[in-house]
């Protein structure tokens, strides 16, 4: 099938430690998104990818860093500099390079640090 | 900062129509019309999009005023599947596409 895939749903880390989440899609789509979703609130932009080996911050890129060295991945790390990590996590996914289509998003990584 | 205005919550029985408003005021000739909608602890799903003409897909309507500085969703037979939260964004998909999610609607469908 194709689609946009994070894993993992739920993930649990101790404050202080660097946590890495997936997101790969096997859309072809050149276009990449990272957003934090907090309890009752809206969809912030973290990163975003237009192409391959090229990113650029969102709105509350700080604590966060992303890489994307191949078209069907751009992974999430949460660095110990993120003051307040415990957040719902969603990726998306659209065509880019200028077409008028949608995003597909994952089903986020519930990411909780004790 | 989004671009968009919705009101934060909406009431429609089961069965009826849902008209949920979004205000995009300060939009420019080349932005688009996007609705999502995000079910409880789950990804957004596309809804719909619009430029300037009133588009209709199996999901739903929308309906652009002729100005653009606003827009309706209409889900014509609501259901209880239909609770979810409602967003409404304005893009444009250039080669610096930010999609940019305000905090939406909630709309609750009653039985």
């Known amino acids: 099938d194709g689609g946009i895939t994070q894993s993992p749903k739920y993930l649990f880390r101790k404050e202080g430690q660097n946590v890495t989440l997936s997101c790969e899609q096997n859309?072809?789509?050149?276009?990449m998104y990272w957003y934090r979703q907090d309890p009752g609130q809206g969809l912030r932009l973290i990163y975003y990818s237009q192409i391959v080996n090229d990113f650029q911050k969102g709105d509350i890129a700080e604590g966060y860093s992303v890489s994307r060295e191949k078209k069907e991945s751009f992974p999430l790390t949460v660095t110990s500099a993120q003051k307040n990590p415990t957040a719902f996590y969603l990726c998306?996914?659209?065509?880019?390079?200028?077409?008028?289509?949608?995003?597909?998003f994952g089903q986020g990584t519930r990411l909780t640090v004790v | 900062d989004a671009k968009t205005t919705q009101p934060p919550s909406m009431d429609c029985a089961e069965g009826r129509a849902a008209n949920l408003p979004c205000n995009h005021s300060t939009i420019s000739g080349n932005e688009y019309v996007y609705w999502y909608r995000q079910i409880h602890s789950q990804g957004p799903q596309y809804i719909i999009h619009?430029?300037?003409n009133n588009e209709t897909n199996e999901m739903a309507s929308l309906i652009i005023t002729e100005d653009r500085k606003s827009s309706t969703l209409i889900l014509p037979h609501a259901t209880l599947r239909d609770t979810a939260v409602y967003y409404c964004?304005?893009?444009?998909?250039?080669?610096?596409?930010?999609?940019?999610f305000g905090k939406g609607t909630r709309l609750h469908i009653l039985p």
């Open positions: 859309l072809n789509h050149d276009a």
């Open positions: 998306a996914s659209s065509l880019g390079g200028g077409s008028n289509t949608e995003a597909f």
């Open positions: 619009g430029l300037k």
């Open positions: 964004i304005v893009r444009v998909p250039n080669r610096d596409d930010k999609i940019i």
